[in-house]
């Protein structure tokens, strides 16, 4: 099978996310893929050339013999003016895949990539697949471009003929949004269990940032966005630094909310508490987990929050680590009680549910909870499940 997968993200600087990990997958049992992405992070490129060239890779993020072909169309280098030169460059570019590459079915992430490989592809019977892992016009940074990204997002799922959201709650949302429902499936994340295991060792990790053996630690990992709730936690634990609790937090990624985390720090005298580790290598990350005591996902209840289950959830669990939440939809309808996650009604109730559970010596049981209810997620039983349901699209 020839897959043509198209999103409005960064392939390769973002974190791994579902897609890398089932493509890489497809790969390895024989299917050709091809991906064309947004360099989304583009303001970071120092060069500051007005007009970016096409370029194309040949790479694997996961997985030792998934090499397939990356390949990013030019776009003007200029807030807002790039969605408008996109509609010309990746126009191309699809067509050109269409013609030359002859994909069986193309898979769309976001929403304008997806809408103009849709567009073109209807022409050619190709089959289409839209696959939510977000809201993502509620991500627009632009507010007044929103209600167009819902409208075209929405035109997205219309025209698909399978709709794969990966939990239930996102699953409805596609519906609302115009999705057939005969055709909208979930298929859910999935663990690399020989890689996140809790036999892992963090001590390394736990020496590199000068963490103490009896410290306790609280870890985040994933992009920074403002209203993930890091503030919130930071702050609370500046109030209580002075009692001695023995508390770290480290935090993995970079993104929005990095700039205003490292004033926190500053400005409260946080810099033994608070650990902005930056991007790590994805190879690292289940170290860095088993450097914690307590995985957190202190997010708002906010649009963008509140049907969606991050990846982030099953590794933490994979790695037999408790994971406190604030109290969103889509996550609560996902684990339930009682599967390792305390529930939490705002960022800053994280920190003391998390000591709670230490003191009631609950770690290692919610921990072991933790990970018995996501081993059944095993990512080669999901990417049967995914390649089955691409061959009867």
């Given amino acids: 099978m020839k897959i043509l997968f198209v999103q409005d993200t960064d392939w390769i600087k973002r974190n791994p996310i579902q897609h890398n990990h089932l493509l890489e997958r497809m790969v390895l049992r024989g299917h050709e893929v091809r991906v064309i992405d947004y360099p989304i992070l583009w303001k970071e490129d120092e060069s500051r050339k007005l007009f970016s060239k096409r370029e194309v890779y040949k ?46 079915v193309i898979i769309g992430d976001g929403i304008l990539t997806p809408y103009i490989a849709f567009t073109h592809a209807k022409k050619s019977e190709i089959k289409l697949v ?45 519906i609302r949004m115009g999705a057939d429902p005969k055709n909208a499936i979930v298929i859910r994340a999935g663990i690399d269990s020989k890689r996140y295991d809790p036999k892992v060792d963090g001590s390394e990790i736990r020496k590199k940032y000068g963490i103490g053996k009896n410290d306790f630690v609280l870890f985040f990992m994933g992009w920074l966005y403002h ?6 936690v930071a702050m609370e634990l500046a109030k209580t630094k002075n009692k001695d609790l023995g508390i770290k937090i480290l935090i993995v990624g970079e993104g929005d909310a990095y700039d205003s985390l490292q004033n926190i720090i500053n400005e409260n005298g946080l810099e033994e508490h608070v ?11 289940p170290e860095y987990i088993a450097a914690a005591d307590v995985c957190m996902l202190p997010a708002y209840n906010n649009d963008i929050m509140r049907d969606i289950v991050p990846i982030k959830m099953y590794e933490y669990m994979a790695m037999g680590r408790p994971v406190v939440s604030t109290k969103l939809p889509g996550v609560m309808k996902e684990f339930g009680e009682g599967h390792g996650i305390s ?51």
């Fill in 227 to 232: 209203f993930s709730g890091l503030k919130e």
């Fill in 275 to 285: 650990i902005l580790a930056g991007q790590q290598p994805f190879e690292k990350i």
């Fill in 59 to 104: 790479i694997s993020r996961i997985l030792k013999g998934a090499e397939h072909m990356v390949i990013r169309p030019p776009i003007l280098r200029l807030p807002l003016l790039d969605y408008v030169s996109m509609l010309f460059t990746y126009k191309k570019e699809i067509k050109n895949q269409i013609k030359e590459f002859k994909p069986d």
């Fill in 343 to 393: 529930y939490v009604d705002k960022p800053e109730d994280v920190l003391w549910k998390a000591l709670d559970l230490a003191e009631k010596n609950k770690l290692s049981e919610e921990g072991a909870n933790a990970r018995k209810f996501v081993e059944k997620n095993d990512w080669e039983k999901v990417t049967d499940e995914f390649e089955g349901s691409l061959e009867i699209v």
């Fill in 130 to 174: 839209y696959y939510c892992i977000d809201l993502d016009y509620k991500l627009i940074p632009f507010g007044f471009l929103q209600l167009v990204g819902k409208m075209l997002e929405s035109k997205n799922m219309k025209k698909a003929d399978m709709v794969i959201s990966i939990n239930e709650m996102l699953r409805d949302y596609t």
